[in-house]
């Protein structure tokens, strides 16, 4: 231990790895971005948008929880042990939803990876900060995230072109099927344990020590709770995204590649702009990079209610992709600044709770406020929604530039 080293450049393998590993994850939440809100109305005649996006209310719920464990069993449990139980919970996913015989197997199939997300992304963010140490950790996460959300732009546009060619089902889930096996070899034979560099950073570290993590990250600490919110209504508008979209191009008659492609401008643009955006919260003030990406978020989700041609979609998926960029890496480089090291795993699962439970959160309120009052409701409710929470960035959390 004595010759462990932080940063990218000494850690440039294990790094490496858990970029490509990554990758995969993301691969197994775009399985779904494109086609599974089609597969309710087609296949189990689900007209409902409050019962198609059931699905996401699952995932999120499962997700947001695994989350928190995660951080909490981290230091305990070892990094490397979480990571292939997470792997392990998504291998039967591509399986059920190949064979899905009505809407509940879809709803098993999002708990499982709801699992191995909450497990496998934040072991994947948490052993990337744990590598490089302090001075980086916006460029790291934001690697990161380019890696999962790329994917998930990726395998969104290929489940959409496989299914425009071959149908819903199996094709486009036997992608999953190459993911999870993978993810979960690379994991258990080349990846290496975490927990020693944490050690070697809280030597230096003089960051206090919080009382209790759980109140301070999501209400008591100023900073803390505020970036705690703008990640929940993040989220929240994420699973608007993911759910309501899909079925907005449906409905205006785009093809199933069409449709294919506009789901994945999104993700793609918001994974590429991470490479930037990670390392712009290195060095310059995380407030206001939280404050402009929740503001871009508001104004293009706004611009929905009017979206009708494809070039309308693509903007707004470009736009929802740099907003969503700005404040992506950021929220886990500006959590990381106010927790000590040996804190860190288990208040970034804090953060990741309330985070991801904003998917649940999404996916019921559209529903519900579609359903009683028409999309274009839901659409200006999500919005504002978002652009509240860029007020409250702003008039609560410190600036926290360096």
């Known amino acids: 231990m004595n010759n462990l080293q932080l940063g990218l450049k000494e850690n440039w393998k294990q790094f490496s790895l858990l970029v490509i590993i990554n990758a995969f994850v993301g691969g197994m939440i775009g399985l779904e971005r494109t086609i599974l809100p089609q597969l309710a109305e087609q296949e189990f005649g689900i007209s409902s948008k409050t019962a198609i996006l059931t699905f996401i209310m699952a995932f999120g719920v499962t997700k947001a929880i695994c989350n928190y464990f995660t951080g909490r069993w981290a230091n305990k449990l070892g990094r490397k042990n979480i990571f292939i ?11 059920i939803l190949i064979y899905a015989e009505n809407w509940n197997w879809i709803i098993l199939a999002n708990i499982f990876l709801g699992v191995n997300q909450g497990l496998a992304w934040s072991m994947a963010v948490i052993m990337k900060i744990d590598l490089v140490g302090p001075k980086k950790r916006g460029l790291a996460v934001g690697i990161n995230e380019f890696a999962g959300y790329i994917s998930i732009g990726i395998v969104a546009f290929l489940t959409g072109y496989i299914s425009n060619i071959y149908g819903v089902r199996p094709y486009p889930f036997y992608l999953g099927i190459v993911f999870s096996v993978l993810g979960l070899l690379f994991t258990v034979f080349l990846l290496k344990d975490t927990g020693q560099h944490v050690v070697v ?18 209400l008591q600490h100023p900073s803390l709770s505020g970036i705690t919110q703008a990640g929940l209504v993040n989220n929240l508008n994420d699973g608007m995204m993911w759910g309501l979209l899909p079925l907005l191009l449906f409905a205006l008659d785009f093809s199933q590649t069409n449709i294919g492609i506009l789901v994945a401008i999104y993700p793609t643009v918001w994974g590429i702009s991470q490479l930037v955006t990670g390392k712009l919260s290195d060095i310059y003030s995380k407030r206001m990079l939280m404050f402009w990406g929740m503001i871009v978020q508001s104004l293009a989700i706004f611009s929905l209610i009017w979206a009708v041609e494809f070039y ?16 992506y890496p950021t929220f ?39 359903d009683s009052f028409g999309v274009s409701a839901s659409i200006i409710s999500i919005g504002t929604l978002t652009g509240i929470s860029a007020f409250i960035v702003l008039n609560r959390v410190e600036d926290l530039s360096k």
């Open 312 to 327: 309308h979609f693509v903007w707004i998926g470009v736009s929802l992709g740099v907003g969503t960029a700005l404040v």
């Open 332 to 370: 886990i480089n500006a959590i990381s600044d106010y927790t000590h090291p040996k804190q860190r795993a288990e208040s970034l699962g804090v953060f990741r709770f309330w985070r991801d439970m904003g998917y649940a959160v999404g996916a019921l309120l559209t529903g519900v406020i579609a």
């Open 85 to 95: 139980i997470g792997w392990i919970f998504a291998l039967p996913v591509p399986f």
């Open 201 to 218: 950073e809280s030597r230096k570290s003089r960051v206090p020590i919080l009382k209790s993590v759980f109140r301070s990250t999501s």
